[in-house]
């Protein structure tokens, strides 16, 4: 960064990176001491979240002339205090004082980053006199400089597919009308909850769904599922493929209430999909004040991860082809993927689900490698830029 500021060096920010657990690092007294004088600099700063939240962008050297740019993050709650440093994409460590529930003895290990802390203190100090004095001047750099890799940004993806040939912009009318076609019509009706007619969908289903994935994928355990479908009955294939399949056995297939006895036992470990934990396929029943009420059923189907969407289009109109018409919970959503007429979000760490932080779905900016650097910085241009957090001193700091 500008300005007269101490290095702080990314070979010794990796190495609490480097030891990112689940539920943070406890730290040893005299780094402690130091992780709360950091802490102390930081609220200098307007909070920025609960519990005393504070963060901005410091840039660490990795080389004669190349820096990582990372986030630095104080907070407390109570007495539980923690530091997170991260690189806002892959790495993230969070160094703290104690643990919120002690495990076994309640003695765990502290790790000594005294010396580490030091250097990140002198740098932080120095950012942090930087935004007291010119809180406009830090900001503006950050967001002339941090890195489009490290950003939010949102882009529709018919301008996506105009620029980069990946993503391929075959025509869909075939599909959509099908899918329209499948939404418009009337649930196909059970008047029975049991195994025999749920295993008898889902193994339909299952089906399709392992032949799609067969036509363009070669893995040998994809083939070797191919042929299961091909010459093994239903109860077999369910019992050999759903994640509690195993479980109906001694149960009696033509009960409504073995039926329930094997969904109640076995629905919180997946039981419901037909393919692990994404494509979810259920009985649905008529409903009057809350209550359901008896027969008809019928089967709908869902998704919530958006890389899943044309597998459920294909079972939802291979069924209907066979005579099977399901509930598609996400229709509409299909519809949109196939008419691409939807927001991307590029995200420095893209989350899985659908429509979430007002996009359709979330991808990683591509780096120059995977495309040419003409398309690299045409997708930046196409793309909206979220300014990042504007990081202000407290009122008194600025009287001084």
Known sequence: MKRNIPEFKYIDAWQILCRKGLNGTIVDDKSLEIMLRIEKSMSRLEVMGDDERRFFWIRAKKGDKTYEWLQVLTAHYKDFHYLMLSDGKYKTAILKNKDGVEYGSGKNYRYDYAEILLSLEAHVNAVIDWICEDADGYNKYVNH????????????????????????????????????????????????????????????????????????????????????????DDVELFKRYDSKGREIDGLDLDSESDYEQWYGGNSAYHCMDVAYARIHLG?????????????????????SVGGYWDEVMDIAIGLYNQGIVLEVHDADDILEFLRKDYLVGFRPWP????????????????????VSKDVYWKIIRATSWHKEPEVRPVSHEIEK
């Open 145 to 232: 400089y941090l890195p489009y890799d490290k950003r939010d940004g949102i882009i529709s993806m018919k301008t996506l597919i105009s620029i980069d040939d990946r993503y391929e912009d075959k025509d869909e009318s075939e599909n959509i009308r099908a899918m329209e076609l499948v939404k418009a019509s009337v649930p196909t009706e059970y008047e029975r909850k049991t195994l025999r007619n749920y295993i008898s969908v889902w193994s339909a289903a299952y089906r399709i769904l392992v032949k799609s994935r067969a036509e363009y994928d070669d893995d040998k355990y994809i083939q070797e599922e191919l042929k299961d479908c091909e010459v093994i």
């Open 351 to 370: 989350d899985k689900y659908m429509n979430r932080d007002g996009v359709k779905v979330q991808k990683w900016l591509p780096h120059i490698g995977n």
């Open 283 to 303: 009985f649905n029943g008529k409903f009057e004040d809350y209550k359901e009420v008896s027969a008809p059923y019928h089967f709908s189907i869902g998704f």
